[in-house]
C-alpha cells in the first residue's frame, strides 16, 4: 500500500459525458501527478501540480482539466469522453517538486467509455 | 517518438537465476532513472532509483547498471523469485526535461519455480 488512494476503482460512462476521478496523496506530499495509462500509449504524463498551483503540463487534451485543492487532494476532470479515453488513470505524489523526489503510485482508477 | 524503451516486451527466467531486463533512452537531458514494478490491477510500485553521477546502485536482491555513454540501463534481479512476475517499467526525468517520468512500455518478467 503506497498511501495514496484513488477513487472510484472503476467507472463505466458513455460517450460525450464528463466524469472527475479524484485522489488523495501520502500524508505530508506536497506533489500530485496524474498518469494515463492506454493499451497503445503505455504511461504518459498528464499534469502536475505543487501545494495548489499547476507546476508541469504534459500531453493533456483540452477536454481534460485538473486541480488541487487546499487539503492537497487532486481531482481530474474529463469531460466530453470518447472511446479512445478509456484507459487506467493514476495518481501519484512525491513530498516536493523536484525531479528526483521519488513518486508514489495509486491503484488507479479504470474508465471504460462505451 | 519513444524516449525511454524497452524493446524486450517479456522475459522468463527460472527461480534462483538472475533477471536482466534492459531500457534505452534517447533525452540526454534525462539524468535520473527509475524502475518500477507492476501487479495486475495495482499501481506501479518504486523498485530503485540511480541518479547519471553513479554507474550502479544496490538495494538487497536488486540493483540498477547505468552506461550513460551508451545512453542505457539495466535491472538486474538475483536470485529471482516466484512473487518478483510482474510487469517492470523504466522510467526517466530530468531537471532540464520536467520533473515529470518518462515511462518506458514495460517488460512483462515470469519467474518460473
Known amino acids: 500500500d503506497s498511501g495514496v488512494t484513488q477513487t472510484p476503482k472503476h467507472l463505466i460512462t458513455a460517450t460525450g459525458q464528463r466524469v472527475t476521478l479524484r485522489c488523495s496523496p501520502r500524508s505530508g506530499d506536497l506533489s500530485v501527478y496524474w498518469y494515463q495509462q492506454s493499451l497503445d500509449q503505455g504511461l504518459q504524463f498528464l499534469i502536475q501540480?505543487?501545494?495548489?498551483?499547476?507546476?508541469a503540463k504534459g500531453n493533456i487534451l483540452e477536454r481534460f482539466s485538473a486541480q488541487q485543492f487546499p487539503d492537497l487532494h487532486s481531482e481530474l476532470n474529463l469531460s466530453s469522453l470518447e472511446l479512445g479515453d478509456s484507459a487506467l488513470y493514476f495518481c501519484?505524489?512525491?513530498?516536493?517538486?523536484?525531479?528526483?523526489?521519488?513518486?508514489?503510485f495509486g491503484p488507479g482508477t479504470r474508465l471504460t467509455v462505451l | 517518438d519513444q524516449q525511454v524503451k524497452q524493446n524486450s516486451p517479456s522475459l522468463s527466467v527460472q527461480e534462483g537465476r538472475i533477471s536482466i531486463l534492459n531500457c534505452d533512452y534517447t533525452?540526454?537531458?534525462?539524468?535520473?532513472f527509475l524502475w518500477y514494478k507492476k501487479y495486475p490491477a495495482e499501481g506501479p510500485t518504486f523498485l530503485i532509483s540511480i541518479s547519471s553521477i553513479k554507474d550502479k546502485n544496490e538495494d538487497g536482491r536488486f540493483t540498477v547498471f547505468l552506461n550513460k555513454s551508451a545512453k542505457h540501463l539495466s535491472l538486474h534481479i538475483v536470485p529471482s523469485q516466484p512473487g518478483d512476475s510482474a510487469v517492470y517499467f523504466c522510467?526517466?526525468?530530468?531537471?532540464?526535461?520536467?520533473?515529470?517520468?518518462?515511462f518506458g512500455g514495460g517488460t512483462r518478467l515470469m519467474v518460473k519455480p
Open positions: 533525452n540526454s537531458m534525462f539524468d535520473y
Open positions: 501540480y505543487y501545494n495548489g498551483e499547476e507546476r
Open positions: 522510467a526517466a526525468s530530468g531537471n532540464n526535461a520536467g520533473n515529470m517520468l518518462t
Open positions: 501519484a505524489s512525491s513530498v516536493q517538486a523536484g525531479y528526483t523526489d521519488t513518486q508514489y
